[in-house]
């Protein structure tokens, strides 16, 4: 089990940023595929972001692209969601997951991933 702590969720009006963190407790951590999830109420959980272990590819669902920045620091274990020009449509709980072993074409499904944080809640409401 890898444990996965997010942090900095919050409410902020439409068009206001919000930076996501997620801190995860193994020694492996360059080895794991990183991503970004997101569950808005009575919605599926959907892909937000992902970064394959060597952290030179960040991939973005189409919603997100351009307003959502992933980053991934492996020296500590980190990985954070910078996310600007927010929208009502972002309001969702947003779930750090970590993969191994996770190919290219399964990057944006869910069940590529093995070990989850508890979700923080994001929320955009004028």
């Known amino acids: 089990q890898v444990p996965l702590v997010e942090s900095g969720g919050g409410m902020v009006q439409p068009g206001g940023s919000l930076t996501l963190s997620c801190v995860a407790s193994t020694p492996t951590f360059s080895r794991y595929t990183m991503a970004w999830f997101r569950q808005a109420p009575g919605m599926e959980r959907e892909f937000v972001a992902a970064?394959?272990?060597?952290?030179?590819?960040?991939y973005y669902a189409d919603s997100v692209k351009g307003r959502f920045t992933m980053s991934r620091n492996n020296a500590e274990n980190a990985v954070i969601l910078q996310m600007n020009n927010l929208r009502p449509d972002d309001t969702a709980v947003y779930y750090c997951?970590?993969?191994?072993?996770?190919?290219?074409?399964?990057?944006?499904?869910?069940?590529?991933?093995?070990?989850w944080g508890q979700g923080t809640q994001v929320t955009v409401s004028s």
């Open positions: 997951a970590a993969g191994s072993g996770v190919i290219l074409s399964s990057l944006r499904s869910d069940v590529a991933y093995d070990h």
């Open positions: 970064n394959r272990r060597s952290g030179t590819n960040t």
